[in-house]
C-alpha cells in the first residue's frame, strides 16, 4: 500500500509560480513512475508530467516549457514546478505512483491562477 500526500495549492495571480509537493509513504525507490495529473471543473483528468525511476521525463503539451518535475530519492517526493502559470492551469492537481503492477493516487491539491 502506497500513500501519497500532495501539498502546495493555492490562489495565484496569472504569470506567479508555484510548486507542489507529493510525498509518498514508503521508500520512493521502490516506486517505478510518479507523476502529476489534474482535473479542471467539467473535464476529463489530464496528464502533467511524469518521472520514471531512471529520471525520463514527460509533459502534457500544454505546459512543455513552463512546468518542470522533479524527485527527491532521499525524500521520498516528487516535486512539479510551475512557472507563468494561466486561468487554464486552475484544477485539482493529483499526484500518481506506479508501484507495479498497483497504481496509487493522492486526495488531490487545489491550484487556482486568477486575478
Known amino acids: 500500500q502506497v500513500q501519497l500526500a500532495e501539498s502546495g495549492g493555492g490562489l495565484v495571480q496569472p504569470g506567479e509560480s508555484l510548486r507542489l509537493s507529493c510525498a509518498a509513504s514508503?521508500?520512493?525507490?521502490?516506486?517505478?513512475?510518479m507523476g502529476w495529473y489534474r482535473q479542471a471543473p467539467g473535464k476529463e483528468r489530464e496528464l502533467v508530467a511524469t518521472?520514471?525511476?531512471?529520471?525520463?521525463?514527460n509533459y502534457g503539451d500544454s505546459v512543455k516549457g513552463r512546468f518542470t518535475i522533479s524527485r527527491d530519492y532521499a525524500k521520498d517526493t516528487v516535486y512539479l514546478q510551475m512557472s507563468s502559470l494561466k486561468p487554464e492551469d486552475t484544477a485539482v492537481y493529483y499526484c500518481k505512483a506506479r508501484r507495479w503492477p498497483i497504481d496509487y493516487w493522492g486526495k488531490g491539491t487545489l491550484v487556482t491562477v486568477s486575478s
Open positions: 518521472i520514471t525511476s531512471d529520471g525520463a521525463t
Open positions: 514508503v521508500r520512493s525507490s521502490s516506486i517505478s513512475t
